[in-house]
Structure formats: structure tokens, C-alpha cells
């Protein structure tokens, strides 16, 4: 801690604005993942002269800085690899205009996911990304990591829900990237700064899509006492052109774990549930909702619930969307995986996913966007033992390695962050890397922003951080 | 063709043989962009022997312009220099297709129509829908950035291709992206390659994903006085819960473009009579909206739009493709599909502009269409994308200093008229020598473009000068 630079910043923010004291930090080393990241001070900008002001203060002191919304990204990506400044948008949460006409929303980027469809729901309109952590991630988080969500199989990821972005670049420049016309000319800066995970620009604001809420949703529940006859349903869903908003897998082991927490009024004796939403005009629904049912019961579901009035529906979604936290009852350490498969490749790759938990001794649950074929294995652990720690990894990486060779990716929606960077070689060879090296330091010519991310270093001269040390597992 | 870049060709015909060079002089023409005649043309069968062009131009300094079907060459600005046409047609394999993925892997010179019939044996297809269909490539289609009709429905082009292979100026062969429908790993590098006519690097392979094909489909003609009606029937659509596949507003002279010996060359289903007829005396706006789902779906979806209409001022209400023949759809979105090319065969000096604004400002764009083109007296056709997009075409009856003049300020308004909205204006397509019109307007953000054009193109060789900010 440079006591220069704390003078600096808290002349920006405030002395309220800003923290530096070992304990007030210790919030900030973490996030959602199991990463670690000691940051020297936290600022919570009010406005985006602050943000500009403080990008100024990183640039002639060479310091770090890193963008953080609510913390509860997957990968690291909000976490001081490199120490530094960690600029917290908190305070910068106002929805400043909601265009009903045009149905966009300009915001800031603290603005809560949740708060903005709750905001423009007697519009009949909402945000259409859904993280399941949507109740507490930010806008501005959504946009570094280019989230996802169930319903991203129907309405897309957030780089579709995006219109315009306003960047404090690394140079302190302000510039703003997207339009809200349509097709602005030249190349499509908003398509690469989406995603980028805070190492091209800080975000300041931004102009999203709001989408109509469909006239009518149907949420079925499909229970089945074979995972086999769950991920073929799955299968013949795509062959036969159903579509659904959300097609969501919770294998046994996340039934029970997630019943024993929400009682959402899943069967703790199942092999596997899927959870499906069709929606549309009253009649498109209808009828998907009559040929889902059809899929799941010629692939021997033993049941087929359909959700009765929006009570039911929610309760059913709350189980889904609370799964990691049931999970975190049970086991308090837990790693989270992300890979994407090609969706013909379900049942073989949860065969694999289930060969692997055995060879390390794990049972791995499975909770995953079936419909896109994005799965979430679980593998919980015990985090005093860090011999167990690094076989959750082993076994973690092995099944991402499996989603590799079967023509996946080794993330869906959580970004690479600290997480994943090790892996990028697994996707891309020294010459693709290269290529995003030079496209960051092109934006960001002295890593200033958000060092150590997404690009694993080439050669010598950056640190690599080792697996995260016990204390962090909370 | 200066000296050097004559020895340069027959060191190139040794790198990539004699079937893969085109240096026939009777032939070259049909890679002239704007009076500019390439010194040769190359037509690799590999992404290793694109980047082995690549690798040789860079060390040659030799200025290379992609391309495939040729049919988009007029698009941009004219290269600043053009030595060698880097014809891409030859890359024309689908290199995977399952689907049970619902995702298909191809080669850039795979043609639209070719790839239609291979998606639609399984009940799928690609919703670009796109301009110059019978002979215009996948990787043109992309990589110029001209959308279609579906747009409405399914986005563009970046809302469903999932990754790339391509080759940068430096000559390295690079993949971003992948063949999965959700993928964040690493920076999205492809998604700036979409539109960027060529400026980039030289796309050797694109991923999509597929979508199932419509099974029953139905569209509605309805017909306003004035653009402002047609428009409000567009914001009460958007404001319901339809979800239509395709949605335009066209004035009556995209109407009678559409009767003209043009479409009818470029669509061969005819139109049946009283559909889309030649204007006449109607001087008014068509909306032409388009919606799938089963029986049920589209009754309801014809009671709500009627309801809509009415109560929008319109003045007639025609349904199309009710029936078992399909003609009739082809005909009717054919010719929505072609607007561009139909527009471009129906004048010596078409221009066409394209507008964006914001959806809820749609009626001021076409107002200052009309008014832009109606001022200097020139014969106009428009067609708006509901989603805010409007292409222009001007179609001065002659090619002469006094038309294109005309057309200059015309262009100029609509410039104008759209940049108040907020908006964008470009002119894609116009007659060659047309230095006194901004092809790309006023753009911010050239500073940047720049930044990832030395990143992508080192030696500044691929198409330089076509895009914005002399690009």
C-alpha cells in the first residue's frame, strides 16, 4: 500500500469511497470461484469522472486495477491477480432512462440483473440473460463476462442484449462502443469488448435490450429414473424442432441436495429431472408444451408435471436457480465446471463425467443447461484436505479435457478469468493466443487492466498463482 | 500492372501452381472493382495455400481483395490499391453437419443456395437470408455484412455464427470461437471479421448454428396512406406479443420494382395479380410481415395484426401463402429478399443508401427518403426493416454528371436528416467515380478501428482503403 496513491484515490471517492485496511480487503480477495486475489484498495466510484479520475491515478502509478460488480463471478475474473486497485460499481447502480418505445434501458453498470426486469415488468418487458445468480450480479458483470442463463437457449447471451457501451479505456480515454441505431459502420468493437472480462475497458454505462414477456409460459417438470431416458429426450427435442425457452438437467444427487434446502416439490427418489419452459402466444405454447410431454414420455418419463398457475412455476425455478447455494449446504467446498458440449454428445459425456467421479473418488452432481448442452459438474470437497483440493481439480480438468476432445469448449458463460487461463491451450494454439495478446495490448498496452486474465502468459516475466489456498473455501 | 507486381505473378504461379492462377486478360475484368483491374487472380483450394498467398503478398507488398461470387465487389470504398484478387470460391466444402447439433462447419465459398439444399434435406436452414442468393457465397454474405428479411426473426449473422478459421495479413492461420452454441473462452475475434469487407484477414472456415425450418408460414400485405400509418402498425406489433418472422415497410416504388423485368429475372416465381401490383395511382406504404407456427398460431396471429391494422389507419389487408403452394411465398420474399440487386438493374445510376435509426423513428427516416429523393426529382424505391433499418435506392432514368449530382445531395438530406435521429447512413452500392459521395459517413471510433486493423493486417495488404476511415 502506497500511502500517495490511498491520498490520491481517496481525493477522487471520498474518504467513504475507498478501502485499505487488511480486514476491510479480506471481502474483496475473493469471489464466486475457489481464486484467491489480494487487492491494496477498493474505490467505489459514484460517477464515471471518478472511474476516469481513478484510471488516471493506475496510469502514472502503474498500478492494477480491476472492475468488480457484485463479486459473484466463477472464473476469478473480479479479483486482483496482481494486487492493485479494485474498482467496486456498487454505487454506480441508477437505471438512468428506460425507453419504452424503442424497449432498451440505459444503465449503469452496478445496476442489479434482477433490478432492472423488476423494474420494467408493468412494462411487460425484461432482461432477457438470467444468470442464476441474477438476484445479486450486476449489469456491468453480465457484460465483462458475457453471461448466460437458461433461457439464453431461446433469447440468447448477453452480447445479443447489448446496444451500446461507454469505456474508460486503459489510456483514460472515453470512448463509447456499440449504437443505438442499428448496424453502426465499421468493425464490431462491441461484439470483442463483450467478454473481454475487464482487459480492454472499465464500463461506465450502457444501453440493453429489454424483451417483450412472452403472453404465455409453460413449465413442465419431467421425472425420470434413468439419466439415459433424460438426456435422449433431450436429444430428440432438438431432432424434432421443439424449441423451448429453457431446458435445464438436474441429475439425482442436485434433486435431493436442492429439495432438502428450497422444497421446491422436486422427487428426491428420481435418476434425473428435466425442467422446461415453452412460451409464446397462448397457442404456441400450448401445442410445444403438448410435444414436449409426448418427447419425455416416449423416452419413459414416469411423470410429467406441468406447473399450474406462476406460484408453481417460480417455486420450480427457485429450486434451479438456488441449486449452488443447496449444494453449499451440504458441502461447503465445491468445484464448479463449465464445459460446453455438442448436444448429441449428453449421454456419452455424462458417462464420462460419472467414470471420472469414480477413478478419483468423487460423486460429481449434475446441473446443467441440457438444451445447449452447458454442463455444471459439481464435485464437492473437503477443503481442509488439500490433497482432496487438487484431486477436485484433476477430476475437473479431465472432464473438461473429455468436453475439448468431443468438439466443446472449456466455458459456457463463467469466462476464463484466473480459473481457466492454464487451459486455454487446450482450445487454442500458441498463434491464436498470440493473436488476443496483441488485440489486448493494443486496448490495453501496459496490462494495466485486469492483469493475469483469460491469456495464459507467454514465457517469463508474469507470476502464476498456484491453486487457492484453504482459507478461501467459505 | 506495374513491373514489379508482373514478376511477382509468376513467382506466384510457382507457389500455388498454374490451375490456381488466373492471369487470362479476358478473364481478369470480372475482378475490377471501380476501373481497377487486379494484376492476377488466385483461387487456393486450402486455408494453407490462402496463407501462403497471404505470407507472399506481405513480403511483395501486394495489395489482395477477397472475394467469392463477386457479387458484392462494388460494395466500400475502391481499394486505395488491388494487385491481386484472392478468389475464395474454390474453398467450398461442408467440413462437418450434424444435424442432431443443430450446427454446421463450412468453407467461405459454400454458395447460399448450395448450403440451403443441404440444410433443407434435414428440415433445417440458416436464416441469413440474404441478397444475391442464386449465386452469392456464405463467406460474401458474412463478411460484407448485408442482412435480409429474417432478420426480423433471427438476428443477423452475428447472432448465430458461433466461430471462424481465418487468416490474417501476416499470413497466420488462427480459429476464434468454436462449434458450440455457448462458448466464452478467450476474446471473441470473429465477430469483428463480420462486415469488415475483406479488412481483417481472409476467412477460411465459419460455424453456425442451424435453426429447423419453419413448417406453416403466412404473410399479410397492408397497405397506409401515409409512411407515419404504416409505421405506427409497425410500434403496435412490437408492442404486442406476436413474434413475427419477418416485418418491412415498402413504399409503392418498391412495388413497381417488384412488377419490373429486373425482379422477375432475379425471382422467376411470378407474383400472383393483385399482389404487390404496380402502384399506379397509389403513392402510399406497404408493411409486409411474415409469421410461422401451426394452424392455430397463425388464425390468431390474422385476428391480432388485423385488429392492429385497423386501428392503425390502414387502408387494405391482403394474406398471402395461406395455401399449399409455396410459389407464392417464394415470389412475394424473393423479391423482399432482392430489393438490392432488382434496384441495381433498374438504372444506370443506382445508388443505394442505407439508414439506420432507431426503431421508434422509423417514419422520419422514410420521411426523409421521400423528401431527400423527391426534392431533386429523382424516381426512388425504399424498403425498412421494422427492426430500423431502411435501404434507399435512388434511380436516376440516366447516367450523367447532372443525375449524379442530384443523387449527391439527396444523399447529403438523408445524411443529415438521419444523423439528427441518431442514426447512421452509409451508401453500400452507387456507380463507380462517385467521389463526391460519402460512402461511409461520419463514424467515430476510427482511432480504435485502426488499433485492430495493424493488430489483424501488419502490412495493411488485405483491401485497403474499402472501409470506413479509408480503412
Known amino acids: 500500500m502506497d500511502p500517495a496513491i490511498l491520498r490520491e484515490l481517496r481525493k477522487i471517492c471520498g474518504a467513504d469511497g475507498v478501502l485499505f485496511k487488511p480486514q476491510d480487503l479480506l471481502l474483496y480477495e475473493y469471489d464466486g470461484s475457489p481464486e484467491i486475489g489480494q487487492p491494496e484498495y477498493i474505490v467505489f466510484p459514484q460517477n464515471t469522472g471518478q472511474v476516469v479520475a481513478i484510471v488516471a491515478v493506475a496510469n502514472h502509478t502503474k498500478t492494477p486495477l480491476v472492475g468488480r460488480g457484485a463479486g459473484t463471478g466463477l472464473s476469478g475474473g473480479a479479483l486482483a491477480r496482481r494486487g492493485g486497485i479494485v474498482t467496486v460499481f456498487s454505487r454506480m447502480n441508477r437505471i438512468l432512462e428506460v425507453d419504452v418505445e424503442n424497449q432498451r434501458a440505459t444503465v449503469q453498470p452496478g445496476v442489479v440483473n434482477a433490478d432492472l426486469s423488476a423494474a420494467v415488468v408493468h412494462l411487460g418487458l425484461h432482461f432477457a440473460p438470467d444468470p442464476s445468480s441474477q438476484n445479486a450480479c450486476t449489469i456491468g458483470g453480465n457484460i465483462s463476462e458475457n453471461s448466460g442463463g437458461p433461457h439464453t437457449l431461446a433469447y440468447g447471451v448477453t452480447v445479443n442484449h447489448v446496444l451500446s457501451m461507454q469505456f474508460v479505456l486503459a489510456t483514460g480515454e472515453l470512448v463509447r462502443v456499440g449504437s443505438l441505431a442499428p448496424d453502426p459502420p465499421g468493425y464490431d468493437l462491441a461484439g470483442l469488448f463483450v467478454g473481454s472480462e475487464g482487459t480492454l475497458g472499465l464500463l461506465t454505462e450502457t444501453t440493453v435490450k429489454l424483451t417483450r414477456l412472452p403472453e404465455e409460459t409453460k413449465t413442465l417438470l419431467a421425472i425420470f429414473d434413468r439419466v439415459e431416458d433424460a438426456t435422449e429426450a433431450v436429444a430428440e427435442l432438438t431432432a424434432r424442432a421443439i424449441t423451448p425457452a429453457a431446458c435445464e438437467m438436474l441429475d439425482g444427487w442436485s434433486l435431493r441436495a436442492i429439495e432438502a434446502y428450497v422444497h421446491a416439490g422436486y422427487p428426491i427418489d428420481a435418476a434425473a429431472v428435466l425442467l422446461i419452459d415453452v412460451d409464446g402466444l397462448c397457442e404456441a405454447a400450448e401445442a410445444q408444451a403438448a410435444a414436449v410431454g409426448e418427447v419425455c414420455s416416449a423416452h419413459n418419463a414416469r411423470e410429467v408435471r406441468v406447473a399450474h398457475d406462476t406460484r408453481e412455476r417460480d417455486l420450480l425455478w427457485k429450486g434451479r436457480k438456488n441449486a449452488f447455494a443447496a449444494v453449499g449446504r451440504i458441502s461447503p467446498s465445491y468445484y464448479v465446471q463449465d464445459g460446453v458440449i455438442p448436444r448429441t454428445k449428453l449421454p456419452a459425456t455424462l458417462r464420462r463425467i460419472e467414470e471420472i467421479g469414480k477413478k478419483y473418488g468423487f460423486e460429481i452432481g449434475n446441473i446443467f443447461h441440457a438444451g445447449d448442452g452447458n454442463l455444471h459438474p459439481l464435485i464437492p470437497f473437503n477443503a481442509r484436505d488439500k490433497g482432496e483440493y487438487q484431486r477436485a481439480v484433476a477430476a475437473s480438468d479431465e472432464i473438461i479435457e473429455f468436453c475439448v476432445s468431443v468438439g466443446g469448449t472449456i466455458t459456457g458463460e463463467h469466462g476464463v478469468g484466473m480459473e481457466k487461463d492454464r487451459l486455454m491451450p487446450l482450445m487454442f494454439n500458441e498463434a491464436e493466443l498470440g493473436l488476443m495478446r496483441r488485440v489486448r495490448d493494443a486496448f490495453n498496452p501496459v496490462g494495466l487492466l485486469n492483469p493475469g486474465k483469460i491469456i495464459p502468459a507467454s514465457g517469463c516475466g508474469e507470476i502464476r498463482s498456484g491453486p487457492a489456498p484453504e482459507a478461501t473455501v467459505t | ?471
Open chain 2, 1 to 471: 500492372m506495374n513491373a514489379s507486381a508482373a514478376s511477382a505473378v509468376s513467382r506466384l504461379e510457382g507457389l500455388i501452381g498454374a490451375a490456381g492462377l488466373i492471369n487470362d486478360p479476358a478473364q481478369l475484368p470480372g475482378y475490377a472493382i471501380a476501373g481497377l483491374t487486379p494484376a492476377a487472380a488466385v483461387r487456393p483450394d486450402t486455408a494453407e495455400e490462402v496463407a501462403e498467398v497471404l505470407r507472399f503478398a506481405g513480403v511483395e507488398n501486394l495489395a489482395i481483395v477477397p472475394c467469392g461470387a463477386r457479387t458484392k465487389l462494388g460494395m466500400g470504398s475502391p481499394p486505395h490499391r488491388y494487385d491481386i484478387a484472392l478468389d475464395l470460391s474454390g474453398l467450398n466444402r461442408v467440413t462437418a453437419y450434424d444435424p442432431a447439433d443443430l450446427t454446421v462447419g463450412l468453407e467461405p465459398g459454400v454458395t447460399l443456395a448450395s448450403l440451403a439444399r443441404t440444410l433443407g434435406q434435414h428440415g433445417q436452414f440458416l436464416p441469413l437470408g440474404a441478397p444475391f442468393t442464386s449465386r452469392a457465397t456464405v463467406g460474401g454474405t458474412v463478411v460484407s455484412g448485408v442482412d435480409g428479411p429474417l432478420r426480423q426473426g433471427y438476428g443477423t449473422a452475428r447472432d448465430f455464427l458461433l466461430g471462424m478459421e481465418f487468416v490474417t495479413g501476416d499470413g497466420v492461420a488462427v480459429k476464434s470461437g468454436g462449434r458450440v452454441v455457448k462458448n466464452v473462452a478467450g476474446f471473441d475475434l470473429h465477430k469483428p471479421l463480420i462486415g469488415s469487407l475483406g479488412t481483417l484477414a481472409v476467412v477460411t472456415e465459419i460455424n453456425f448454428r442451424t435453426f429447423p425450418a419453419p413448417q406453416a408460414m403466412r404473410g399479410f400485405l397492408v397497405r397506409f396512406a401515409t409512411a407515419d400509418g404504416a409505421a405506427a402498425l409497425r410500434h403496435a406489433i412490437a408492442r404486442s406479443f406476436l413474434r413475427p418472422l419477418t416485418l418491412e415497410i415498402l413504399s409503392a416504388g418498391a412495388c413497381d420494382l417488384f412488377n419490373g423485368a429486373a425482379a422477375s429475372r432475379i425471382e422467376p416465381n411470378a407474383l400472383p395479380s393483385g399482389l404487390l401490383s404496380p402502384s399506379g395511382a397509389f403513392a402510399g406504404w406497404i408493411l409486409a410481415t411474415s409469421f410461422a407456427g401451426d394452424e392455430a398460431v397463425l388464425a390468431r396471429c390474422e385476428r391480432d395484426l388485423r385488429q392492429l391494422a385497423d386501428s392503425s389507419g390502414s387502408t387494405t389487408f391482403d394474406v398471402f401463402g395461406a395455401g399449399p403452394d409455396r410459389s407464392v411465398l417464394a415470389a412475394v420474399f424473393g423479391r423482399l429478399r432482392e430489393f438490392v440487386p432488382i434496384a441495381l438493374e433498374s438504372s444506370p445510376a443506382t445508388t443505394v443508401v442505407k439508414l439506420s435509426a432507431s426503431p421508434a423513428h422509423l417514419e422520419h427516416a422514410l420521411c426523409s427518403v421521400k423528401h431527400s429523393a423527391e426534392e431533386h426529382s429523382l424516381p426512388w424505391a425504399c424498403i425498412a426493416r421494422g427492426i430500423g433499418v431502411v435501404y434507399a435506392a435512388l434511380l436516376p432514368p440516366e447516367r450523367n454528371d447532372h443525375a449524379l449530382h442530384r443523387v449527391a445531395a439527396a444523399t447529403k438530406r438523408m445524411a443529415a436528416d438521419v444523423a439528427a435521429l441518431g442514426g447512421h447512413c452509409v451508401i453500400p452500392w452507387c456507380p463507380a467515380g462517385r467521389s463526391e459521395l460519402s460512402i461511409w459517413g461520419s463514424s467515430g471510433n476510427v482511432g480504435l478501428m485502426q488499433k485492430l486493423k495493424t493488430v489483424f493486417d501488419p502490412h495493411a495488404i488485405l483491401s485497403p482503403g474499402r472501409f470506413v476511415g479509408g480503412i
